[in-house]
């Protein structure tokens, strides 16, 4: 039976508090999987070649070169499997269900070796304290199907909303793609400028992975599903210029946090709107201003009207 796509289906309601378990669970099968694309795509700017991408069914790694192929692999999150594809017709699944970390990754091992793809692995998880190694971790062992399809039905919300926002920037511009490390979905603008060396700190991560990472002046937003009651937009500059944490921003709810460094406006702020499409882009473009405008961006030829074309 087709799903009807109303309101409440577009923007779900899922407190952070309910899903906790199933969340850090989720965080960890997400490193193992995005460490392959790590462990076999040639580096891109920023680290954009590792990331996951939101699908029609879930997350996905895109096409993974192999040899002389390519191969993927997709968290469904209608029928709850892990597939993996290969070019040569050859395909692996694996139920999606309450399973240790050790065992997800056991299993997601056990089927790359019998389509011949090698996963040669950093076996143990980033960005996250303490980083018990994925063949060991018994301890995040959740999975709850309600909540994870709830997760991505988030995430496709937030998706559309900012794939809309970044047709509006005609500079160099990241896909709207989800970052395993920190478990968020991210899209970023840049300035054309270097930036000066990124401090890092981040925990379980190597200082020179947040060098690349922000080696160029930049504006970035997202959404993170662990803040705040039901997960969080933000937004941010690096290097934060003077001025940006004060400048006006949009809609009613968004405000400035000084101990994460970036605007946030809650998931279910946004959700309650009369027009929640309406309210995300005021607050991805008036935080975007804020970095563009005191950081003195070229925004007369980083920016047009995506619409340019659409009387011809």
Known sequence: MREQHTASTAWPSLRVADWTDTRETLHMWTQVVGKLRLAHAPLLNHWWQVTLYVSPRGLTT??????????????????????????????????????????????????????????????????VDPAIPFAED????????????????????????????????????????????????ACTRFSGRPAPPHPGGVPNCGDWVMVEGYSHELSSCGFWPGGGEEGAFYAYAYPEPDGFATHSVGPEGTYYSDANGQFLLPYETVRRAPDPHRALTEFLHTTYEAAAEHGGWDRANLEDDPARWNDR
């Open 62 to 127: 895109g096409t993974v070169p192999h040899r002389g192929g390519v191969f993927d692999v997709e968290f469904d999150f209608v029928d709850h499997r892990l597939r993996v594809r290969s070019s040569d017709g050859a395909g692996r699944s694996i139920a999606l269900r309450a399973m240790p970390v050790a065992e997800f990754y056991g299993r997601t091992l056990d089927a790359l070796g019998e389509l011949g793809i090698e996963a040669s692995i950093q076996a143990r998880p980033n960005e």
């Open 138 to 185: 018994l301890e995040h062992a959740s999975y709850d199907p309600q909540a994870a399809h709830l997760f991505w039905r988030q995430l496709l919300a937030a998706h559309r909303v900012i794939g809309e926002f970044r047709s509006h920037f005609v500079g160099k511009v990241s896909p709207v793609h989800f970052f395993w490390g920190a478990m968020d979905l």
